[in-house]
């Protein structure tokens, strides 16, 4: 084999693997963004539940508070 051609063929088949680097490389790095994107929405959706959780809670409370307190019997025999 002349000196020429294997020199081509090894320049070639450098330029076919660090491609085939750079392509696994940009596919996981695609894959690891598209993880970290589902975990930032989980986070977002897990966030607005509590809100929602935490809205209702105090609308309870405020209603308990706003209901005038009357004695029961029970109360009124304690006293």
């Known amino acids: 084999m002349d000196s020429a051609w294997g020199t081509a063929l090894i320049a070639f088949a450098a330029a076919i693997l660090s ?12 894959k690891r ?23 209702e809670l105090f609308a309870i409370i405020r209603h308990e508070e706003s209901i005038p307190h009357q ?3 029970a109360h009124e025999y304690l006293a």
């Open 33 to 55: 963004g598209e993880q970290v994107t589902e975990a930032n929405r989980r986070t977002a959706l897990r966030e607005a539940s509590l809100e929602r959780i935490a809205e």
């Open 71 to 73: 004695q029961t019997p």
């Open 19 to 30: 491609a085939a680097i750079s392509l696994l490389g940009t596919w996981r790095l695609q």
